[in-house]
């Protein structure tokens, strides 16, 4: 396994993620070749929680152009992690 903190890169603090709070869902922006079991593992050890489930998403990079350059956002892979009910991640 690779290490925890290069697995889980960032907290996303979105309007979806805030509606997913009362249901014990937290979303997290991981990184692209991590697997479930992987992002479980990372959360488990960084927060110190119970992990019940794990939802992976891959969300396409967007097309931008700079003047007469095109280019494109990255690529980017998100995880929408249930934790186990009484377990809860401080947020500030």
């Known amino acids: ?3 925890p903190y290069k697995i889980i890169k960032s907290l996303l603090q979105t309007e979806k993620s805030t509606k997913m709070l009362p249901e014990n869902k937290y979303l ?9 079991i992987e992002i479980k ?10 992990v019940i ?6 969300a396409r990079g967007k097309k931008r152009r700079v003047r007469y350059v095109e280019g494109k ?16 991640i401080e947020i500030t």
């Open 28 to 36: 997290f922006w991981v990184d692209r070749k991590a697997n479930k």
């Open 73 to 88: 956002t990255p690529d980017i892979k998100k995880a929408i992690v249930q934790l186990k009910q009484g377990d809860k």
């Open 1 to 3: 396994m690779a290490e």
């Open 41 to 50: 593992k990372a959360v488990e050890y960084i927060y110190n929680v119970t």
């Open 53 to 58: 489930k794990v939802n992976t998403e891959m």
